[in-house]
C-alpha cells in the first residue's frame, strides 16, 4: 500500500533563516506531488505542484521554492524565510484528478 | 479558474442527528470532481466522498452522502446519525480540467461540533 511521510512535524524557525522540509511517497511510482499551506482556521491553499522529477509549477509568487530530486521526494525550501511563511503545511501525492489526493501528516512552522 | 464557497464557519449537531455541510462551486470547466475532506484538530487531512461532474448518481460512503445538485452548482455534504468522533473541520474542494493535475481548489471550510 502507498504511504505519505513528511518531516518534521513541527519546526520553530527564526526570520531570515533557511528552510528545508522533506516528503517521501512509498508504494507508487510516478506520483503527481503538491505542496500545500493553510493559515490558522483557514482553507489550503496550493504552493507548487509536480508531475515528474525536475519539474516544478508555481502556483503563487512568495518566498518559498521546491524541488523534486527523486521520483517520490519532494523538497519544500526558503534561503530567507519571513514571519508570513508561518502556517501548517502538507504535501500530498495524488494519480489521476478524478482520485483523491492523500495527505501527509503536515508540518506546523513557527516564524520567530 | 475554480472557487470554491462554504458559507457556514461554525455548525452544532445532536450527537445520532443528521446535519448538512454546505457546498457551492464555481467553473466553466464541464468535466470537474469534487471531494470532501475532514480535518481533525490533530491535523491530518482524511479523504470523505468523491463525485464526478458526469456521474448520475449520488456518491455515498457509509454515513456520508454527497448532495450533487449540477444546475444550482452545489456538493452538500450529509452526515448521517453524528458521532462524537465527527467533531472536526470540513473542507470542500475540486479538481477540474483534463489538465489540471489533479490539482485541488479548496473552501475555507466549516467546522462542525458534534454533542452529546
Given at each position: 500500500s502507498q504511504t505519505i511521510h513528511q518531516w518534521p512535524a513541527t519546526l520553530v524557525q527564526p526570520v531570515g533563516s533557511p528552510l528545508s522540509l522533506e516528503c517521501t511517497v512509498e508504494g507508487t511510482s510516478n506520483p503527481n506531488l503538491y505542496w500545500y499551506r493553510q493559515a490558522a482556521g483557514r482553507g489550503l491553499q496550493l504552493l507548487f505542484y509536480s508531475v515528474g522529477i525536475g519539474q516544478i509549477s508555481s502556483e503563487v509568487p512568495q518566498n518559498l521554492s521546491a524541488s523534486r530530486p527523486q521520483d517520490r521526494q519532494f523538497i519544500l525550501s526558503s534561503k530567507k524565510l519571513l514571519l508570513s511563511d508561518s502556517g501548517f503545511y502538507l504535501c500530498a501525492w495524488g494519480e489521476y484528478s478524478n482520485q483523491p489526493q492523500h495527505f501527509g501528516d503536515g508540518t506546523r512552522l513557527s516564524i520567530l | 479558474a475554480q472557487k470554491i464557497t462554504q458559507t457556514q464557519p461554525g455548525m452544532f449537531v445532536q450527537e445520532k442527528e443528521a446535519v448538512t455541510l454546505d457546498c457551492t462551486y464555481d467553473t466553466s470547466d464541464p468535466s470537474y470532481g469534487l471531494f470532501w475532506y475532514k480535518q481533525p484538530s490533530s491535523g491530518e487531512m482524511i479523504f470523505l466522498i468523491y463525485q464526478g461532474s458526469y456521474d448520475q448518481q449520488n456518491a455515498t460512503e457509509g454515513r456520508y452522502s454527497l448532495n450533487f445538485q449540477k444546475a444550482r452548482k452545489s456538493a452538500n455534504l450529509v452526515i448521517s446519525?453524528?458521532?462524537?468522533?465527527?467533531?472536526a473541520m470540513y473542507f470542500c474542494a475540486m479538481t477540474a480540467g483534463g489538465?489540471?493535475?489533479g490539482k485541488l481548489t479548496f473552501g475555507q471550510g466549516t467546522i462542525l461540533t458534534v454533542h452529546p
Open positions: - | 446519525a453524528s458521532q462524537l468522533g465527527d467533531s489538465t489540471s493535475y
